[in-house]
């Protein structure tokens, strides 16, 4: 009898439950992760892949590792302190990994990665400070004289979007300097300035 009463309490807790669910209205749908739009294709081959995530609120900068091997990746960009890098983050292979939370308020942000098995670098001709432990570095004068290596970056122009995608290639890999191809890029001086 006493079982019999335990199944009883179950039945109409589990029908209890079913009618509350039934009544609650539907949720909106998840966002589905595969709405991300191509936003420009390197012309020659070997530029990364850069796509502009649809906008958000909140906005990011994120790097995609599409390649087979694990890489780490750095970041440069102008702070309210000035110039700042920043590292490392590891990307396994497949997957992505958000570099910067917030709206990007700068247009242009700065890259380095390293591939981790296979050797090699996505690397351009803007010169951060990095160093081989995990760092956050102000400023870019004087690398190595405070201790630090000196590495070239690739600039990245986020067209003035809160939330970009960067989608690094075996392609792409071995000192590409990523273009748009618009013509209207500021010119490649090897050096950032401090004081910009």
């Known amino acids: 009898m ?3 009463l335990a199944f009883g309490g179950l039945l109409i807790g589990i029908v209890a439950a079913l009618a509350i669910w ?9 966002p589905r992760s ?6 420009s294709a ?3 081959g070997a530029a990364p892949s850069v796509t502009a995530d649809p906008e958000t609120e909140e906005g990011r900068l ?3 590792n599409q390649t087979a091997n694990t890489v780490s990746i750095a970041l440069g960009y102008k702070a309210e302190r000035g110039w700042q890098s920043e590292g490392w983050w590891v990307a396994d292979p497949g997957s992505c990994k958000t570099l910067y939370n917030g709206r990007l308020d700068a247009r242009y942000y700065y890259l380095y990665a390293a591939d981790d098995v296979g050797g090699g670098a ?12 995990t760092f956050t570095i102000f400023g870019v004068e004087d690398c190595l004289a405070r201790g630090y290596e000196r590495t ?10 809160s939330d970009w995608m960067v989608q690094l290639t075996d392609a792409n890999r071995l000192g590409a ?5 618009t013509g209207d890029e500021p010119p490649l001086e090897g050096e950032l300035d401090p004081d910009a």
């Not at 039934?22 to 998840?30: C, E, F, I, K, T």
């Open 2 to 4: 006493r079982y019999l």
């Open 22 to 30: 039934m009544l609650l209205p539907p949720g909106d749908a998840p």
């Open 34 to 39: 595969g709405a991300q739009a191509q936003d």
């Open 42 to 44: 390197p012309q020659d």
């Open 62 to 64: 994120r790097v995609c």
């Open 122 to 133: 996505w690397e351009g001709k803007f010169f951060l400070c990095t160093r081989d432990e």
């Open 152 to 161: 070239g970056f690739f600039e990245i122009d986020t067209q003035n979007r």
């Open 177 to 181: 300097v990523p273009s748009s191809g």
